[in-house]
T-cell receptor
Framework: DTAVSQTPKYLVTQMGNDKSIKCEQN?????MYWYKQDSKKFLKIMFS???????INETVPNRFSPKSPDKAHLNLHINSLELGDSAVYFC??????????FGPGTRLTVL | GENVEQHPSTLSVQEGDSAVIKCTYS??????FPWYKQELGKGPQLIID?????GEKKDQRIAVTLNKTAKHFSLHITETQPEDSAVYFC???????????????FGKGTHLIIQP
């Protein structure tokens, strides 16, 4: 059983388009996150949601918006995509002070 | 905010030898230090973690040490095997006063290569 799942695995789109990435966790965790991994493999947190409240936003452009319909889901919406948004996006979840479990990633390519 | 430095960026060792990866952090309030292994095309996978009230933790061939005073922590892999080849990330985080969870601040990763 997959603990943290993301769809799609690959996403290729044109500049200016709007796209979404979905994330679901079946671990019963209370906090979910989105991370961005750039071409140099550097991982940086974008958002976290705890009990449906945004508690971190690390200077991410407002073109990016997380949406959490319930505790098990945290989707990432991106408007007006730019070339620099090309990266691998990872969803993760944790329970309180527990470890973060990462999803398999979504490779976004903006042409 | 927190800043995590990780060295070396690439480490090549002979199979069977030991590998050591070192990280330093800047925020003395950080209290949780996990290590992740990332294989090609996959998400990071937690391999070991340590909390600030512990100085050392071991799990089979993997161990982590933490020096709170110096604000550095290290990953030690003994008897390395070809399947240990991957990118390893250290990370640090702290829990805010409200009891919520902060995200992880990652080091820039170490590409570990095990030579047969």
């Amino acid at each position: 059983d997959t603990a943290v799942s993301q769809t799609p695995k690959y996403l290729v789109t044109q500049m200016g388009n709007d796209k979404s990435i979905k994330c679901e966790q079946n671990l019963g965790h209370d906090t979910m996150y989105w991370y961005k991994q750039d071409s140099k493999k550097f991982l940086k947190i974008m958002f976290s949601y705890n009990n449906k409240e945004l508690i971190i936003n690390e200077t991410v452009p407002n073109r990016f918006s997380p949406k959490s319909p319930d505790k098990a889901h945290l989707n990432l919406h991106i408007n007006s995509l730019e070339l620099g948004d090309s990266a691998v996006y990872f969803c993760a979840s944790s329970q309180g002070r527990g470890s973060g479990f990462f999803g398999p990633g979504t490779r976004l390519t903006v042409l | 905010g927190e800043n995590v430095e990780q060295h070396p960026s690439t480490l090549s060792v002979q199979e069977g030898d030991s590998a050591v990866i070192k990280c330093t952090y800047s925020d003395s309030a950080s209290n949780y230090f996990p290590w992740y292994k990332q294989e090609l095309g996959k998400g990071p996978q937690l391999i070991i973690d340590i909390r600030s009230n512990v100085g050392e933790k071991k799990d089979q061939r993997i161990a982590v040490t933490l020096n709170k005073t110096a604000k550095h922590f290290s990953l030690h892999i003994t008897e390395t095997q070809p399947e240990d080849s991957a990118v390893y990330f250290c990370a640090a985080s702290k829990r805010n006063s409200g009891g919520g969870a902060d995200g992880l601040t990652f080091g820039k990763g170490t590409h570990l290569i095990i030579q047969p």
